[in-house]
């Protein structure tokens, strides 16, 4: 509470200067004696600080530092006249208009022999060429050049967060990753507020693209509070929308997006950007669209389509006609859409357009086989595109997500440090007044720490040796070769009953993701699954048969276990066991509530683990599980144990955990 107020207080204090500023340069414009250029850079300094409050007033300010610019001898200041009112006009949609004026712009630059000027020149036409990825990239990369040059790293960021905004559009996930592997560690050195914002709402898209709810859900989240440090509506506006529609919507409920997106036209009306205000009610538009309220959604459609050219909302209207069955009026907006798209040589769009205008075809034909056929088909290439994608921006968010976590424990560390420094002077103080005392409490104080500090460094080693484990199990799970040959041994699956090998593709990512979970303990019934998916998959893949038996006599699934520990258990008696056997091959888990204990018994029929010494493991994960158990039974009345043993032809792991167990 105290932390909203804070940034309440802060914007207010940030609303409130920028409107005294405006007032004081208003104020030394009334000045006859002002020179031409000072009056058109007051001008220019007042359309920006209306940019992202009042659209209507950023306008006329530009026109009017454009205008006056026009008859002044300083070549400069023209062109900053230029830039700015190129900018409005890009947020107005007219981008067009602003490539003509920027030309004259990027002349004086050449003729002026001012780097900056070109710099800044060439970020603008990249927003200019926004329907055109290929010439913005153009520009983003040739104003970088110059920014180096300059060493301006405010432009430099500018420009890669723009590449990142195409990347995204044109899902290239994995140069995404590489260039918010640079970007990232600036912003979070600058604490750059708003381009955090819009990094992390890209985050959130990407991950949403490649299916990862939590990592979606959590960069949204991310950028959503982070709008509460931010003055910038213009932003807030864009993104409250695009979250709402994009991501909310995608993996929680219409309910609860349509308020996010509500917010955001709130801020677009606000500051009465038309451009704004018509993303945010076509996002509306497909919230009702994809929640079935096609009344709704047309009724929205319907009063943009007179005054718009955005080929988004007339798919959107096609669409809409398709689900109401009027196939042939829907074919015309469906084309004419397309030949916007293609006009601004946007493919993606175009691609998804033309998928969604032969399923409009195959409709109104009425061909079911036909149309199984090409569902089928995009399906499938979605699915091996999804998966040559995935692997690195996974690493790069792992990477950052440790960053985060670090940048936590240096702070706290420098906090601890600081109370330290306070508590040797106030206990120099007490020295004086009862040198006796001092040291009694001191010496208990030193004993407490010492354990505490004992109890950190067995947890440090613990997390350590899990994490030793658990990245070596992602490389195995994550390695692109081994990922290729069970896509290619799935094929056939794919060919003549896909629902079955869609399940083994689930259960592969499914396995895959549990190991990247942050979380100590996780629930018998997760770990259940976790463990049966492991173990159907390497069943399918077994060069010998082997079968595998879960006999649970439980009455709730609730209780919690160390994370990824029955995983970690089966694969020890598959890597241990099973492939020492041609056949037979057994595998069992058996888990009761015994004497207020959850007994878990994992037993396989294998050679075993080390034969010759069974109650010794050189498993780091089952080493370190025995020593997470160590380390919290100092904290219960009654302990779990892990054991390893071998009796007769079987190895046998048993778990035991009192039910009041506590970690």
Same mark, same amino acid.
């Given at each position: 509470?105290?932390?909203?107020?804070?940034?309440?207080?802060?914007?207010? /204090?940030?609303?409130?200067?920028?409107?005294?500023?405006?007032?004081?340069?208003?104020?030394?414009?009334?000045?006859? $004696?002002?020179?031409?250029?000072?009056?058109?850079?007051?001008?220019? $300094?007042?359309?920006?600080?209306?940019?992202?409050?009042?659209?209507?007033?950023?306008?006329?300010?530009?026109?009017?530092?454009?205008?006056?610019?026009?008859?002044?001898?300083?070549?400069?200041?023209?062109?900053?006249?230029?830039?700015?009112?190129?900018?409005?006009?890009?947020?107005?949609?007219?981008?067009?208009?602003?490539?003509?004026?920027?030309?004259?712009?990027?002349?004086?630059? /050449?003729?002026?022999?001012?780097?900056?000027?070109?710099?800044?020149?060439?970020?603008?036409?990249?927003?200019?060429?926004?329907?055109?990825?290929?010439?913005?990239?153009?520009?983003?990369?040739? #104003?970088?050049?110059?920014?180096?040059?300059?060493?301006?790293?405010?432009?430099?960021?500018?420009?890669?967060?723009?590449?990142?905004?195409?990347?995204?559009?044109?899902?290239?996930?994995?140069?995404?990753?590489?260039?918010?592997?640079?970007?990232?560690?600036?912003?979070?050195?600058?604490?750059?507020?708003?381009?955090?914002?819009?990094?992390?709402?890209?985050?959130?898209?990407?991950?949403?693209?490649?299916?990862?709810?939590?990592?979606?859900?959590?960069?949204?989240?991310?950028?959503?509070?982070?709008?509460?440090?931010?003055?910038?509506?213009?932003?807030?506006?864009?993104?409250?929308?695009?979250?709402?529609?994009?991501?909310?919507?995608?993996?929680?409920?219409?309910?609860?997006?349509?308020?996010?997106?509500?917010?955001?036209?709130? /801020?677009?009306?606000?500051?009465?950007?038309?451009?704004?205000?018509?993303?945010?009610?076509?996002?509306?538009?497909?919230?009702?669209?994809?929640?079935?309220?096609?009344?709704?959604?047309?009724?929205?459609?319907?009063?943009?389509?007179?005054?718009?050219?955005?080929?988004?909302?007339?798919?959107?209207?096609?669409?809409?006609?398709?689900?109401?069955?009027?196939?042939?009026?829907?074919?015309?907006?469906?084309?004419?859409?397309?030949?916007?798209?293609?006009?601004?040589?946007?493919?993606?769009?175009?691609?998804?357009?033309?998928?969604?205008?032969?399923?409009?075809?195959?409709?109104?034909?009425?061909?079911?086989?036909?149309?199984?056929?090409?569902?089928?088909?995009?399906?499938?290439?979605?699915?091996?595109?999804?998966?040559?994608?995935?692997?690195?921006?996974?690493?790069?968010?792992?990477?950052?997500?440790?960053?985060?976590?670090?940048?936590?424990?240096?702070?706290?560390?420098?906090?601890?440090?600081? #109370?330290?420094?306070?508590?040797?002077?106030?206990?120099?103080?007490?020295?004086?007044?009862?040198?006796?005392?001092? /040291?009694?409490?001191?010496?208990?104080?030193?004993?407490?720490?010492?354990?505490?500090?004992?109890?950190?460094?067995?947890?440090?080693?613990?997390?350590?040796?899990?994490?030793?484990?658990?990245?070596?199990?992602?490389?195995?799970?994550?390695?692109?070769?081994?990922?290729?040959?069970?896509?290619?041994?799935?094929?056939?699956?794919?060919?003549?009953?896909?629902?079955?090998?869609?399940?083994?593709?689930?259960?592969?990512?499914?396995?895959?993701?549990?190991?990247?979970?942050?979380?100590?303990?996780?629930?018998?019934?997760?770990?259940?699954?976790?463990?049966?998916?492991?173990?159907?998959?390497?069943?399918?893949?077994?060069?010998?048969?082997?079968?595998?038996?879960?006999?649970?006599?439980?009455?709730?699934?609730?209780?919690?276990?160390?994370?990824?520990?029955?995983?970690?258990?089966?694969?020890?008696?598959?890597?241990?066991?099973?492939?020492?056997?041609?056949?037979?091959?057994?595998?069992?888990?058996?888990?009761?509530?015994?004497?207020?204990?959850?007994?878990?018994?994992?037993?396989?029929?294998?050679?075993?683990?080390?034969?010759?010494?069974?109650?010794? #493991?050189?498993?780091?994960?089952?080493?370190?599980?025995?020593?997470?158990?160590?380390?919290?039974?100092?904290?219960?009345?009654?302990?779990?144990?892990?054991?390893?043993?071998?009796?007769?032809?079987?190895?046998?792991?048993?778990?035991?955990?009192?039910?009041?167990?506590?970690?």
């Amino acid at each position: 509470m105290f932390n909203k107020l804070l940034s309440l207080v802060f914007i207010l /204090f940030i609303s409130t200067s920028l409107l005294a500023q405006i007032v004081h340069i208003k104020n030394a414009l009334q000045d006859d $004696k002002l020179s031409i250029d000072k009056r058109i850079d007051y001008l220019i $300094k007042i359309s920006k600080a209306y940019e992202n409050e009042q659209q209507d007033s950023a306008i006329v300010y530009a026109d009017l530092a454009y205008s006056l610019s026009q008859n002044g001898k300083n070549k400069i200041s023209f062109a900053n006249a230029i830039i700015q009112k190129s900018n409005i006009l890009i947020n107005l949609s007219k981008e067009e208009d602003a490539i003509k004026i920027l030309e004259k712009a990027l002349a004086i630059g /050449f003729q002026e022999k001012n780097k900056n000027l070109e710099a800044t020149v060439y970020n603008v036409l990249g927003k200019a060429f926004n329907k055109k990825p290929d010439s913005a990239i153009l520009y983003y990369n040739k #104003s970088i050049v110059l920014a180096k040059e300059l060493k301006d790293k405010d432009l430099i960021i500018k420009n890669k967060i723009r590449i990142a905004l195409i990347l995204l559009h044109q899902k290239r996930h994995q140069e995404l990753a590489k260039l918010f592997d640079k970007i990232i560690p600036e912003l979070q050195k600058s604490n750059d507020i708003n381009s955090l914002i819009e990094v992390y709402t890209y985050m959130a898209f990407a991950f949403r693209d490649l299916g990862e709810q939590e990592k979606a859900l959590y960069y949204a989240e991310k950028s959503l509070g982070f709008t509460e440090k931010s003055d910038n509506k213009r932003l807030k506006a864009f993104v409250f929308s695009s979250i709402g529609s994009g991501v909310t919507s995608y993996f929680k409920t219409f309910e609860e997006a349509i308020p996010l997106v509500s917010k955001g036209l709130a /801020f677009a009306t606000e500051i009465n950007d038309k451009t704004l205000i018509q993303d945010c009610k076509k996002r509306l538009a497909i919230l009702y669209y994809n929640n079935d309220e096609y009344g709704k959604a047309a009724a929205i459609v319907d009063n943009l389509l007179p005054t718009t050219k955005d080929p988004d909302i007339i798919e959107l209207k096609a669409s809409i006609l398709y689900e109401n069955k009027n196939y042939v009026e829907a074919d015309k907006y469906f084309a004419k859409a397309y030949k916007l798209y293609e006009k601004d040589k946007a493919y993606i769009q175009q691609k998804l357009l033309l998928q969604n205008k032969i399923d409009n075809k195959l409709a109104s034909i009425g061909d079911e086989s036909l149309t199984r056929d090409f569902t089928l088909l995009d399906s499938l290439s979605t699915l091996i595109y999804d998966t040559e994608s995935t692997e690195q921006l996974f690493d790069l968010e792992t990477k950052y997500r440790t960053l985060e976590k670090e940048a936590v424990i240096n702070k706290k560390e420098l906090a601890l440090a600081q #109370s330290k420094l306070k508590i040797w002077y106030i206990s120099g103080l007490a020295l004086l007044l009862l040198i006796v005392w001092f /040291f009694s409490i001191l010496f208990l104080r030193n004993k407490h720490k010492r354990k505490d500090l004992e109890d950190a460094n067995l947890i440090l080693e613990l997390k350590h040796n899990l994490n030793t484990s658990e990245l070596s199990n992602i490389n195995n799970q994550l390695n692109p070769h081994e990922i290729k040959n069970l896509i290619t041994s799935f094929a056939p699956d794919l060919i003549t009953k896909a629902p079955d090998a869609y399940k083994k593709m689930i259960k592969l990512f499914n396995v895959t993701r549990a190991s990247l979970s942050d979380k100590i303990t996780e629930p018998l019934e997760i770990q259940l699954q976790q463990a049966n998916d492991y173990l159907e998959l390497q069943q399918s893949i077994s060069p010998y048969p082997w079968e595998f038996n879960f006999e649970i006599n439980l009455e709730q699934l609730d209780f919690e276990l160390p994370r990824l520990l029955l995983k970690n258990m089966v694969e020890n008696a598959v890597k241990y066991g099973m492939k020492s056997l041609k056949e037979n091959g057994q595998i069992i888990l058996t888990a009761n509530i015994i004497q207020q204990k959850l007994e878990i018994i994992i037993k396989d029929n294998g050679i075993g683990l080390n034969s010759n010494k069974p109650s010794e #493991s050189t498993g780091i994960g089952l080493a370190s599980y025995k020593r997470f158990f160590e380390l919290i039974n100092a904290h219960n009345k009654k302990k779990a144990s892990l054991a390893l043993k071998r009796e007769n032809a079987w190895t046998i792991v048993e778990i035991s955990i009192p039910l009041e167990y506590q970690y």
